[in-house]
């Protein structure tokens, strides 16, 4: 659906109204917005046209509407700027740049806000950097008049979201970091990240969304090496962190703990006794019960193969980039949390059509997975790393 919205020129003077789509669930759904936007930029140039309007009948060049589409989503009531490491302010999108997207001043930090007045999703934060890196990459190519401020413009946006998932909470950010407990020197950071807009932050223990965030450092930090671009960051070391709480931390021990990769397995069930993952965990809960399923048919099924697709794609990463030998005891020997999860994802698929065997149990009842067909393969692990490397443990028995 199109969407118009007010332009002005430097001087905030003369104004125009301008096309462009309306997007729905904020940072989300932009990033997903410039996927398609991404492939026709990539793929016939940033003059390549597009149409918006609700009829279709006006077009308008990839490259003026990606800024557009950026303009209008980072101008809306939830977004913030953080000015020199200082918390949070009032700094709205034209504070900080021009109609044209040159800066007005410096920032560190680009901020969705939830109901709160406080960020509270590392995955959407993370999701939109890697597309702003993206676009910056595009218009890095050149090609228009406008590319070189363009590239600016998406890099320090990008620059800006990233850097608030890896800030402290206490100053406005989403990391939750402390000393390992097995090993002082390391240290272990949960990446917050809730879909609820009334939450605490610190309620955020969503697994799939944590890991969103550790895979899209990596994929930032490849990104990034290879335009050749200083953004000042350590993304290894983050990554490492972000594993290491998983695989080294104590875990949620009380209220309050970030959780490890072992606090997000259910007990076990079926005829086969699987475990299988929680969607999320309240680590703000006072009572014993702070892991959950969604409840909402195979989505709890569907989440536990999207978390082994993520700890694939980053265990990988870590692989090529020299420091997978670190977690090949907590995370990839056969009686540890993942080895667990990944022979629930292996019996879904060598008993495709027993439901019995692979359901989860919530609310009071199961939960199974989506059936698949004879002979398919499964959904999870798509690349096969997983299930090589744990391919000498045992297969749960009917």
């Given at each position: 659906?199109?969407?118009?919205?007010?332009?002005?020129?430097?001087?905030?003077?003369?104004?125009?109204?301008?096309?462009?789509?309306?997007?729905?669930?904020?940072?989300?759904?932009?990033?997903?917005?410039?996927?398609?936007?991404?492939?026709?930029?990539?793929?016939?140039?940033?003059?390549?046209?597009?149409?918006?309007?609700?009829?279709?009948?006006?077009?308008?060049?990839?490259?003026?509407?990606?800024?557009?589409?950026?303009?209008?989503?980072?101008?809306?009531?939830?977004?913030?700027?953080?000015?020199?490491?200082?918390?949070?302010?009032?700094?709205?999108?034209?504070?900080?740049?021009?109609?044209?997207?040159?800066?007005?001043?410096?920032?560190?930090?680009?901020?969705?806000?939830?109901?709160?007045?406080?960020?509270?999703?590392?995955?959407?934060?993370?999701?939109?950097?890697?597309?702003?890196?993206?676009?910056?990459?595009?218009?890095?190519?050149?090609?228009?008049?406008?590319?070189?401020?363009?590239?600016?413009?998406?890099?320090?946006?990008?620059?800006?979201?990233?850097a608030t998932v890896l800030t402290?909470?206490?100053?406005?950010?989403?990391?939750?970091?402390?000393?390992?407990?097995?090993?002082?020197?390391?240290?272990?950071?949960?990446?917050?990240?809730?879909?609820?807009?009334?939450?605490?932050?610190?309620?955020?223990?969503?697994?799939?969304?944590?890991?969103?965030?550790?895979?899209?450092l990596g994929l930032i930090a490849?990104?990034?090496?290879?335009?050749?671009?200083?953004?000042?960051?350590?993304?290894?070391?983050?990554?490492?962190?972000?594993l290491d709480q998983l695989a080294?931390?104590?875990?949620?021990?009380?209220?309050?703990?970030?959780?490890?990769?072992?606090?997000?397995?259910?007990?076990?069930?079926?005829?086969?006794?699987?475990?299988?993952?929680?969607?999320?965990?309240?680590?703000?809960?006072?009572?014993?019960?702070?892991?959950?399923?969604?409840?909402?048919?195979?989505?709890?099924?569907?989440?536990?193969?999207?978390?082994?697709?993520?700890?694939?794609?980053?265990?990988?990463?870590?692989?090529?980039?020299?420091?997978?030998?670190?977690?090949?005891?907590?995370?990839?020997?056969?009686?540890?949390?993942?080895?667990?999860?990944?022979?629930?994802?292996?019996?879904?698929?060598?008993?495709?059509?027993?439901?019995?065997?692979?359901?989860?149990?919530?609310?009071?009842?199961?939960?199974?997975?989506?059936?698949?067909?004879?002979?398919?393969?499964?959904?999870?692990?798509?690349?096969?790393?997983?299930?090589?490397?744990?391919?000498?443990?045992?297969?749960?028995?009917?």
């Open positions: 659906m199109a969407k118009s919205f007010e332009r002005c020129d430097d001087g905030r003077q003369r104004c125009e109204r301008v096309a462009a789509y309306d997007v729905p669930d904020y940072w989300h759904g932009l990033a997903q917005c410039l996927r398609g936007l991404r492939d026709r930029w990539s793929r016939d140039g940033p003059d390549a046209p597009v149409p918006v309007g609700a009829a279709g009948d006006t077009e308008v060049g990839v490259a003026t509407l990606v800024r557009r589409q950026v303009m209008l989503e980072m101008a809306t009531g939830p977004v913030r700027f953080a000015a020199q490491g200082r918390p949070v302010t009032d700094l709205r999108l034209d504070d900080i740049f021009d109609a044209r997207g040159t800066p007005r001043r410096g920032f560190d930090r680009a901020v969705l806000l939830n109901d709160r007045g406080v960020a509270y999703n590392a995955m959407g934060q993370s999701g939109l950097a890697y597309f702003l890196y993206q676009m910056a990459a595009l218009a890095d190519r050149g090609g228009y008049p406008q590319a070189a401020t363009d590239t600016a413009f998406y890099r320090a946006l990008a620059h800006g979201a990233i402290p909470v206490a100053e406005g950010g989403l990391a939750a970091s402390h000393p390992c407990e097995d090993d002082a020197a390391r240290r272990c950071t949960w990446y917050h990240s809730i879909t609820r807009r009334d939450q605490p932050t610190e309620a955020g223990a969503t697994l799939n969304q944590h890991l969103h965030a550790v895979r899209d490849d990104l990034v090496r290879k335009q050749r671009w200083n953004e000042g960051i350590d993304f290894n070391r983050a990554i490492a962190e972000g080294f931390s104590a875990g949620s021990t009380r209220p309050g703990a970030m959780p490890n990769l072992r606090d997000f397995l259910s007990p076990p069930a079926g005829q086969a006794r699987v475990r299988w993952a929680y969607y999320g965990l309240n680590p703000t809960a006072a009572d014993g019960r702070r892991a959950y399923f969604l409840g909402f048919g195979g989505k709890d099924c569907n989440y536990h193969l999207h978390v082994l697709d993520l700890l694939s794609q980053i265990l990988q990463r870590a692989e090529a980039q020299g420091f997978l030998a670190r977690y090949e005891t907590p995370l990839l020997a056969c009686d540890s949390a993942l080895g667990e999860m990944q022979r629930a994802a292996r019996l879904r698929s060598t008993h495709a059509t027993d439901s019995r065997l692979w359901s989860t149990p919530t609310a009071g009842r199961d939960y199974a997975c989506p059936r698949l067909s004879a002979g398919a393969a499964p959904d999870d692990d798509n690349d096969g790393f997983l299930e090589k490397r744990l391919a000498a443990c045992p297969t749960p028995q009917r």
